[in-house]
């Protein structure tokens, strides 16, 4: 067994759609990023990555590479999966804290938890989602970004095909 931790902040900024754990979130303001700013499948991203001895997302998807400008984050989480076949391991499950004053998490936990899950290979109920409004305290509290932790189990063996 393998476990990953990993960690993500975004700025929340006006003029751009919020993009979370895949899928858009109707919402006045959205992360700023050279990607679609997607922060929770970047900690994801990091925590698989981290589990399985790779480096970070910065360095397989540098902020450099002008080809990734504006990229839809769910396609950063499908290359780290092959990556996850590609070096013999399967994904157990994902869990996440997602802390940001605004918006609220809970209306769209189910549809974040099955749209990751189909990304990812994994069944719904493998994907852990919790939001934390953090008390209107720091940065996510006072909505000037939302900070994602998230943790990764991952198996080595046989047959693993995630
Ligand atoms: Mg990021």
Redesign the pocket.
């Known amino acids: 067994m393998r476990v990953g931790i990993g960690y993500?902040v975004?700025r929340l900024v006006e003029g751009r759609r919020l993009f979370l754990g895949g899928i858009e979130i109707p919402h006045g303001k959205g992360l700023l990023?050279h990607s679609d700013g997607d922060?929770l499948i970047?900690a994801i991203c990091d925590a698989i990555l981290g589990a399985i001895s790779e480096g970070d997302?910065g360095f397989h998807f540098p902020d450099t590479d002008e080809s990734l400008r504006g990229i839809d984050s769910s396609r950063i989480l499908v290359r780290v999966m092959e990556l996850v076949r590609h070096k013999g391991f399967r994904l157990v499950n994902v869990d996440a804290v997602v802390a940001a004053g605004e918006p609220r998490i809970a209306p769209y936990r189910q549809a974040v938890k099955e749209r990751l899950g189909s990304i990812m290979g994994l069944d719904p109920e493998r994907v852990g989602i919790k939001g934390k409004t953090t008390e209107g305290l720091g940065f996510a509290g006072r909505g000037e970004g939302i900070a994602v932790y998230a943790v990764a189990l991952l198996e080595e063996g046989e047959g693993c095909s995630a």
Do not use: A, N
């Open positions: 993500d975004h990023g922060v970047h997302i």
